[in-house]
Nanobody, 125 residues
């Protein structure tokens, strides 16, 4: 049974940093691409960052490029999102997700099959 559990969210001020973690279990984490998405109130869930199964390729939404870094530790079955220079517009629920196929890599939401429950990130001005 696939399980994804996000942690690390919280309330911070603009300019601060946070590191999100996503702990995976129930499947071969190291064989799948992973992604982070976010959803703000009243908005669609949007792509934030993606990483290949082995971590050698990453992609970012333009809105977070240069501020966020996605990484993974396959031996620990954990995905990370380091968020620096946070802005109020980064406020959202952040979700980790796993691609539908082994060794897949995508920025499209519909190419992800399983999702965590989300962690709230709130950035105040």
């Amino acid at each position: 049974q696939v399980q994804l559990v996000e942690s690390g969210g919280g309330l911070v001020q603009a300019g601060d940093s946070l590191r999100l973690s996503c702990s995976a279990s129930g499947w071969t984490f190291s064989s799948y691409g992973m992604g982070w998405f976010r959803q703000a109130p009243g908005k669609e869930r949007e792509f934030v960052a993606a990483i290949t199964w082995n971590g050698d390729t990453t992609r970012y939404a333009d809105s977070v490029k240069g501020r966020f870094t996605i990484s993974r530790h396959n031996a620990k079955n954990t995905l990370y999102l380091q968020m620096n220079s946070l802005k109020t517009e980064d406020t959202a629920v952040y979700y980790c997700a796993v691609t539908r196929g082994t060794h897949a890599f995508s920025v499209r939401r519909d190419n992800y099959g399983d999702w965590g429950q989300g962690t709230q990130v709130t950035v105040s001005s």
